[in-house]
């Protein structure tokens, strides 16, 4: 069986790679793929936009593709699935009315409302003038969110009255596009946050091992949000109990109500989640895909083969699959990203080390990279993503660090301190 992977990240390399493990699946095709797609044995990248929809299916017909992967959310949101359907395509993935639940917060926010699911008071506003009298009647701690798509960097937690407004400013001034031309604001909420990644076939979901994700480009989660610059899972802050509740009263209300509006939505529900002081789980938003890096940590202690679950969630029949099977181990994913990352970056540098860091043992997820002349260069903000596992997240965090400190490209730059929140709790 053949499957095609739709993206260039970190995100599509993992994908890719797990899918590559599973005894049916004999290739790959990335779309378009990048510096480690190209080199991963099984795996060719093909040289088409994410939005070529024509061209995309033509590979999937042409190559006689069993299965096609949509990893980034603009191509969900666009309806890429709808129309690879139509073709009579095996797809994994949300159509454009089911993407709606990450491509508009405030959609999503009137969804958890019907739903009676737990997350922050908001409003939503498309005057910046309102939405700055707003927050100063509301006062601070609170958040500013573009509606729309903004590659993770669309979200501002505001301390101050001036960094609230400065975002409303920003979004209706243009920095994220048509994205930032209506804003949700609302409460903010204290805890530490979670990512639930949940696979679905519009009936029965199930959730994956919970992971926590570091936004924050500095150190201590200071500075603007990114993509995400490490992650790691299992969370402990996540019981099974704490699990089962996420999914009675977020993962299957959220489904049921999607089901209500006469959605048929088939893929990942991701919920990004604040767990309270008093350990209550409540929704920050949610996502229409695999997470970008809680993916490069989650699937790689999976054990059941990775087609087997998402041709159970395109074919409806999730429920009649067995229980998910995981390793019982730990992995970290360490993000190494070019300098000025969120903002401005070079591209186009030469990376070294990646054969002496692979090594170690670790596994190299490439994201923004791309081969020239038989040199892997960097070609985006976030560069690679160094994963490794363990039996414990001390040994797995050990690894990876051991790994990234091999790998070099002109001003690399990563957080060293992936995990900071599992160590806080460490005895003395």
Excluded at 77 to 97: E, I, N, S
Excluded at 214 to 235: F, L, V
Excluded at 335 to 343: D, L, R, S
Aim: contains cysteine; hydrophobic residues 45%.
């Amino acid at each position: 069986m053949k499957a095609l992977v739709v993206g260039s990240g970190g995100r599509e390399h993992a994908l890719a790679w797990k899918l590559l493990q599973s005894p049916r699946i004999e290739e790959v095709v990335c779309v378009p793929g990048n510096g480690g797609t190209a080199t991963l044995p099984g795996c060719r990248n093909v040289a088409l936009t994410m939005d070529d929809v024509e061209g995309i299916a033509q590979v999937a017909l042409v190559n006689n593709l069993a299965l096609v992967v949509i990893g980034p959310e603009q191509p969900l949101a666009d309806g890429l699935v709808d129309h690879l359907q139509a073709q009579g395509l095996a797809v994994f993935g949300p159509t454009q009315a089911g993407a709606q639940i990450e491509a508009s917060k405030a959609w999503a926010k009137e969804l958890m409302a019907q739903a009676k699911i737990p997350t922050a008071q908001s409003a939503v506003f498309t005057d910046a003038a309102a939405a700055i009298a707003h927050v100063q009647s509301q006062g601070v701690p609170i958040v500013v969110k573009a509606d729309g798509l903004a590659a993770g960097k669309g979200v501002t937690v505001a301390r101050t009255l001036d960094v609230a407004i400065d975002a409303i400013k920003a979004a209706f001034g243009g920095q994220f596009g048509a994205a930032g031309q209506q804003v949700v604001i609302e409460d903010c909420l204290e805890g530490q946050e979670v990512s639930v990644l949940a696979v679905t076939d519009g009936q029965t979901i199930r959730p994956l091992l919970p992971a926590q994700d570091h936004k924050q480009i500095g150190e201590g989660d200071t500075g603007p949000n990114t993509g995400g610059m490490g992650a790691y899972a299992p969370t402990p802050i996540v019981s099974p109990e704490l699990l089962d509740r996420i999914q009675t009263t977020i993962l299957e209300p959220a489904i049921a109500t999607l089901q209500d509006r006469g959605i048929d939505y088939r893929g990942v529900l991701y919920a990004g989640l604040i767990i309270t002081p008093s350990g209550d789980p409540m929704v920050i938003e949610f996502n229409c895909r695999f997470g970008d890096p809680e993916t490069q940590v989650v699937l790689p202690l999976l054990e059941t083969p990775l087609d087997q679950i998402l041709l159970a969630c395109v074919e409806q029949r999730l429920a009649d699959l067995p229980p998910i099977e995981w390793k019982p181990q730990s992995a970290v994913c360490v993000v190494a990203a070019a300098e000025g990352y969120p903002g401005t970056y070079a591209k186009g540098m030469p990376i070294t080390g990646l054969a002496a860091a692979e090594e170690t043992g670790a596994v190299i997820f490439h994201s923004g990279t791309q081969v020239k002349a038989g040199q892997v260069v960097s070609n985006g903000g976030r560069v690679l993503g160094v994963m490794a596992q363990g039996d414990s997240f001390d040994a797995a965090l050990a690894e990876a660090y051991g790994a990234i400190a091999l790998v070099a490209f002109e001003s690399c730059y990563y957080r060293r301190d992936i995990g900071f929140r599992i160590q806080a709790t460490k005895p003395a």
